[in-house]
């Protein structure tokens, strides 16, 4: 099993800038790749962000050039960088795991651009 613990979001004005971070614990070594996801009211649930073994990274093209994914594997530890921030950015933001049989959710935070 893993447990992922999500933090850092809040209300950030439009342009502005947050970073999320994602602790894990439990069984990390199991996990192959992890992601961001968010979801906004009335919204399904959408990949933003993904890092992969060896680094490679993918981003949803509405935050290519703003957002940044990142992750610590000595600390067990994700990033979300995200810079230049919109009001259609305002989600709750999901930290997720993929293992090689199972997928882990964080419990989400929320982020919210307003002026």
């Known amino acids: 099993q893993v447990q992922l613990v999500e933090s850092g979001g809040g209300l950030v004005q439009p342009g502005g800038s947050l970073r999320l971070s994602c602790a894990a614990s439990?069984?990390?070594?199991?996990?192959?790749?992890m992601s961001w996801y968010r979801q906004a009211p009335g919204k399904e649930r959408e990949l933003v962000a993904r890092i992969i073994s060896g680094g490679q990274t993918h981003y949803t093209d509405s935050v290519k050039g703003r957002f940044t994914i990142s992750r610590d594997i000595a600390k067990d530890m994700l990033y979300l960088e995200m810079n230049s921030l919109k009001p259609e950015d305002t989600a709750v933001y999901y930290c997720?795991?993929?293992?090689?049989?199972?997928?882990?959710w964080g419990q989400g935070t929320q982020v919210t651009v307003s002026s």
């Open positions: 997720y795991g993929r293992a090689r049989v199972n997928g882990y």
């Open positions: 439990g069984n990390t070594v199991t996990i192959i790749n």
